[in-house]
């Protein structure tokens, strides 16, 4: 993408070659649903990939990725549907604030985690840091 937020131009052959494997799929039902002409239909597909692309270029220059996430079940047990979740220090607190010692089962997740990766230098994405603990409930 050029300074000016257009696609750059060695981008836009790839984008239409793209965008004609789209239309290839999309046509019959383009023709049928659209009152237009196709090569409009197309050109308006164009038009959407490259605002995707800009968007995307945008969003890999900022200088920090933030995430919310929600503890991940662990299948530890086949009588156990689901999985549980198993409380981890590192990225959940208990709600009550109690220190928890021992591995225990978590039975609700009141709020997910903040993970941040990057640096706000916009480097070090290979690094993830959890910046607020889920907050949890566990078993007593």
Request: aromatic share 10%; net charge negative; proline share 5%.
């Amino acid at each position: 993408m050029s300074e000016s937020g257009k696609t750059s131009e060695w981008a836009r052959p790839y984008i239409r070659a793209h965008c004609k494997r789209v239309t290839t799929v999309i046509q019959p039902w383009a023709k049928l649903k659209s009152g237009c002409e196709f090569p409009e239909v197309e050109a308006e597909l164009v038009f959407i990939f490259e605002k995707a692309v800009q968007i995307s270029h945008m969003l890999r220059q900022q200088r920090a990725y933030w995430t919310l996430r929600f503890p991940q079940v662990i299948c530890t047990d086949a009588s156990a549907p689901g999985g549980v979740l198993l409380f981890n220090k590192s990225t959940m607190v208990d709600d009550d604030d109690n220190e928890i010692q021992s591995p225990r089962v978590v039975e609700i997740v009141v709020t997910p985690a903040v993970f941040k990766q990057g640096t706000a230098d916009g480097e070090r994405f290979d690094i993830w840091t959890c910046l607020h603990q889920a907050i949890v409930v566990v078993q007593t």
